[in-house]
Every structure is written in C-alpha cells, then in structure tokens.
T-cell receptor, first 115, second 113 residues
Framework: DAGVTQSPTHLIKTRGQQVTLRCSPKSGHDTVSWYQQALGQGPQFIFQYYEEEERQRGNFPDRFSGHQFPNYSSELNVNALLLGDSALYLC??????????????FGQGTRLTVV | AQSVSQHNHHVILSEAASLELGCNYSYGGTVNLFWYVQYPGQHLQLLLKYFSGDPLVKGIKGFEAEFIKSKFSFNLRKPSVQWSDTAEYFCAVNAFNAGKSTFGDGTTLTVKP
C-alpha cells in the first residue's frame, strides 16, 4: 500500500514564474491538506481539499491555489513566485475531513527553490 | 486561533541520556495532540498521538508523552536516547480535523555517540 506520494521531489524556479506540485493520497484517504515548511520552522497549513473543493484555508495569499481531482489526488499551484516561497511543501492525506480521532499521513515533500 | 510552543530549539545529549522535550499549546477547546519526527531527508513520521483516555501515551521507538490538561502541555519523553534518535521533533495539535494541524517550530535533537 503506497503512502502519500509527491512530485517532483525538487524544483528550481525563477521569481515571477508559476509552479504546480502534485500529490497522491494514501489509499482510502479522501482529504488532502497542503503545508509549507520554511527552513527552521514547523509546517504551516495552506489549505485543505475535500470532495474536490477547498474547505479550509490558512493565512496564505491568493497566489496559492489548488485543485482536487475525482481520484482524490491534488495539485498545489503558486503564481508569481517570490523568493520567500522557497520552502518544503508537504502534502498530507487523511480519511475524512471531519472525523474525530484520525491522523494525517505526510508525503516526503517537494523542495521548491525560487531564485 | 491555535498555537503551539516548543521551548527547546536544539537539544544535545549523549547516548543513554534521558530526554524530555516540552510542548505547550493554546486552544480553548478539546484537541488531538501529536508528536512527529523528521529524520534527515525523510518525511514526517508519527511518533505518538493522544485523542482521549489515558493521558500517558506510548509511541514507537520507546517514546512516550504525557498530556497534562491543566498545563496545556504534551511533553515528549524517552528514558534512554540512541544515536539514531538524532532528528527534528515536532509537536502538533488539531481540533478534530486530522489534516489541519498547527505545528510548533520543532526541536532539533542531536545525540552524540
């Protein structure tokens, strides 16, 4: 049973460009959450997708957007990249957005470097 | 809004020493509590979790944590650390939304052989 898989593992982009990161959730999970982990900090919640809709959002600008597909996989898009967007982007999947007593499983992340 | 505070940014121990990492959270309601570990180059892995019941929870690799509700704390402990425990440790809380957790800034643990 594959866990959470993310692609690509590393990415280098130039300021102003756009980037798309991808995530396949763990089998049986229908909720995908995205996090940004800057160097020396803990993961920060970006948003969560459930039933192909954004259900929760953290304190991130509209340059950050996402999508969830019918097979529950998800994409994170960042437009107009800034140097400060350089970070490890983590995807986490869980079995149900609102279920109590569940845990999220994390992928290995995509390391984004903006130059 | 939830917040999580990990007081120790970097801890250095010798093998066989005992470990305690502090974690305090602020949130007005009931929460689920977690400790994650991130080994170099690896993904976040769950060490242990507290949902309800016995406030002393045991996790993998000999780790345990105690939830003290009155102190809003969830400290991580291990009686005897090994060199292989060198990693970054994160405390996290969520309000019954498994995917939306608030993380602390992490504690880097270095264990000297």
């Amino acid at each position: 049973d594959a866990g959470v898989t993310q692609s690509p593992t590393h990415l280098i982009k130039t300021r102003g460009q756009q980037v798309t990161l991808r995530c396949s959730p763990k089998s049986g999970h229908d909720t995908v959450s995205w996090y940004q982990q800057a160097l020396g900090q803990g993961p920060q919640f970006i948003f969560q997708y459930y039933e192909e809709e954004e259900r929760q959002r953290g304190n991130f600008p509209d340059r950050f957007s996402g999508h969830q597909f019918p097979n529950y996989s998800s994409e994170l898009n960042v437009n107009a990249l800034l140097l400060g967007d350089s970070a490890l982007y983590l995807c986490a999947s869980s079995p149900d957005r609102g279920t109590t007593n569940t845990e999220a499983f994390f992928g290995q992340g995509t390391r984004l470097t903006v130059v | 809004a939830q917040s999580v505070s990990q007081h120790n940014h970097h801890v250095i121990l010798s093998e066989a020493a005992s470990l305690e990492l502090g974690c305090n959270y602020s949130y007005g309601g009931t929460v689920n509590l977690f400790w994650y570990v991130q080994y170099p180059g690896q993904h976040l892995q769950l060490l242990l979790k507290y949902f309800s019941g016995d406030p002393l929870v045991k996790g993998i690799k000999g780790f345990e944590a105690e939830f003290i509700k009155s102190k809003f704390s969830f400290n991580l402990r291990k009686p005897s650390v090994q060199w292989s425990d060198t990693a970054e440790y994160f405390c996290a809380v969520n309000a019954f939304n498994a995917g939306k957790s608030t993380f602390g800034d992490g504690t880097t643990l270095t264990v000297k052989p």
